[in-house]
């Protein structure tokens, strides 16, 4: 299990070992960021402008991309059957200790588990259970790739289809694709702090602040991409809006799929 953390915000990771520790998962281990304001770091060994759904990146969203993958080799170069990777800014639930322990028994049953909340309104199959655990299928995209569990299957996956790359890290892990199994844990047992309430915000903007006050440069706002690119993109989007719409999310509720947001572990709703 690693938590990803920059070597240059020891407050992110003060937080989540501390915070970690108490929910029984002192095992995380912290894995040094690639950091897109080092001009010297390795971004983008397989970014390419274009090559995917968004046209380009920001320096960093490809450093953050980089990241993941990075673990994702270790992973395979390992022969590890599975990997839990987080961020450093994320509440975990009290039962994330247990839901963790038994999916990673049971890799093998999916490529993906998806552990933390996403506050986009996403669509799910219906609900099985994976050694114990609730689950759902995630049938679109979802944000925030702040927890989840990768298997090593999964890994070898995402390793191939990102040798060249143009998306963001978690459009990229959840798209929906043929003979990629992406599952969702029923309610969420991790959330990043930027999505808590009012009263943890305070807290949430000390965490963010060395980041958000880094070099404008890695952050810049990238190109949408040329014209005929964003009309493709548009026609793509319009078909599977229309396909949700002319009977599919009817279908998918009757057979009892859910579409909305994911629901929270209880005791992250305090």
Known sequence: MYYINLDRVPERR??????FQEQGMGSVS??????????DAPLGSGYKQGT????????SEIACFESHRAIWAYAIENNLPAVVIFEDDMLLSRMAEDVIAKLLTAAAHFDVAKLDYSPAVSRFGPTTEINGVSVRPLLSNAVSA???ILSQ???????????????????????????????????????????????????????FSSERESDPKINQKPSKGPFLFRVKKELINGTRRLKWRTGYDKLLKQKGGFIGLVPLAPDLLD
């Open 14 to 19: 003060a937080f989540v070992e501390a915070h």
């Open 30 to 39: 912290r894995w040094s960021a690639t950091d897109a304001a080092d001009t």
């Open 52 to 59: 995917g759904e968004t046209w380009a990146l920001s320096r």
């Open 146 to 148: 702040g927890g989840y």
């Open 153 to 207: 299957q999964g890994c070898k996956k995402l390793l191939n289809w990102s040798t060249v790359y143009s998306d963001r890290l978690d459009d990229f892990v959840f798209m929906p694709r043929p003979g990629w199994h992406a599952v969702q844990v029923f309610p969420a047992v991790a959330t990043q702090l930027w999505m808590t309430a009012e009263a943890k915000q305070q807290e949430a903007n000390l965490l």
